[in-house]
């Protein structure tokens, strides 16, 4: 046996404008959600791109020591010129690595900046 109530005057108006409001939540919450992808866009944009320098970096490092290690093979037999390339290597990751930190602590300190909207301009007067 189950019991039903009537439903009251005052649960049904209640009903109708929750009912009637929802929409405007709704679209409230749509239009919300624009910033907050365009910012998770922009957050997202902002780490490949330190990624990608990083990756170049990263790339020419290797470059940089491959080509150290050709120019060090005809010097294998003098120990004073093959200190100096090895001190101006180690120079060379030291600056590498520096710049790299750099970069990473930019990103880092970067504040995400809000979106700002254009105002709309007056339109130009007419002739006629």
Do not use: C
Not at 5 to 22: D, E, F, G, N, W
Not at 29 to 53: H, I, K, Y
Not at 69 to 82: F, L
């Amino acid at each position: 046996m189950t019991i039903t109530r009537p439903v009251s005057q005052h649960m049904r108006t209640l009903l109708l404008v929750a009912l009637a409001l929802a929409p405007f939540g709704m679209a409230g919450a749509w239009q919300s959600n624009p910033q907050s992808s365009g910012q998770q866009f922009q957050q997202a944009a902002q780490q490949q791109q330190t990624r990608d320098q990083l990756q170049k970096s990263q790339l020419d490092q290797r470059l940089h020591q491959s080509v150290s290690d050709n120019a060090k093979r005809p010097t294998a037999n003098s120990p004073g010129i093959q200190q100096q390339m090895d001190a101006a290597d180690r120079v060379q990751r030291e600056r590498a690595r520096a710049a790299q930190q750099d970069l990473l602590d930019r990103e880092r300190d970067t504040p995400m900046l809000p979106r700002v909207a254009p105002k709309d301009s007056p339109a130009p007067p007419r002739s006629g």
